[in-house]
C-alpha cells in the first residue's frame, strides 16, 4: 500500500520557522520526483516546490523563493520541506506528492499524503 505521511504541522508566529516531513512507503521512493502543494483556506491547490528523484533539481515558486529548501533523504524515504520567515499568508494545509515525471502539473500527480496544518499567526 502506497502511504505519504506527512508531519511537522504547527502553529507559529509571524517569522518563525518550521520543517515539514513526509515519510514514503509502498513505493521506490527513489524514482519518484516529490513536490509540496498547499491549500490555503478558501483557495485552491498551489504547488509549492518540487524536487528531481535524485535530488539533484529543485524548484520553488516565486512565494517562497529564498525561504524555503526542499531536501530529501533516500535512504529514509523521506521529503522534507523547510520553511523560514514564515507570515500568516503561509497558512495552509501543505501536502507532498509524489510524481513520476518532474515537472509534470500538480493534476499529473500520481500520490498524495494527507496533508499537515500549518498556521501562521500571532
Known amino acids: 500500500e502506497v502511504q505519504l505521511v506527512e508531519s511537522g504541522g504547527d502553529l507559529v508566529q509571524p517569522g518563525g520557522s518550521l520543517r515539514l516531513s513526509c515519510a514514503a512507503s509502498?513505493?521506490?521512493?527513489?524514482?519518484?520526483?516529490m513536490s509540496w502543494v498547499r491549500q490555503a483556506p478558501g483557495k485552491g491547490l498551489q504547488w509549492v516546490s518540487g524536487?528531481?528523484?535524485?535530488?539533484?533539481?529543485?524548484s520553488y515558486a516565486d512565494s517562497v523563493k529564498g525561504r524555503c529548501t526542499i531536501p530529501r533523504d533516500n535512504a529514509k524515504n523521506t521529503l522534507y520541506l523547510q520553511m523560514n520567515s514564515l507570515n500568516p499568508e503561509k497558512t495552509a494545509i501543505y501536502y507532498c506528492a509524489a510524481s513520476t515525471v518532474w515537472g509534470t502539473s500538480v493534476s499529473e500527480y500520481n500520490y498524495w499524503g494527507q496533508g499537515t496544518q500549518v498556521t501562521v499567526s500571532s
Open positions: 524536487i528531481g528523484s535524485s535530488g539533484g533539481s529543485t
Open positions: 509502498g513505493f521506490t521512493f527513489s524514482s519518484y520526483a
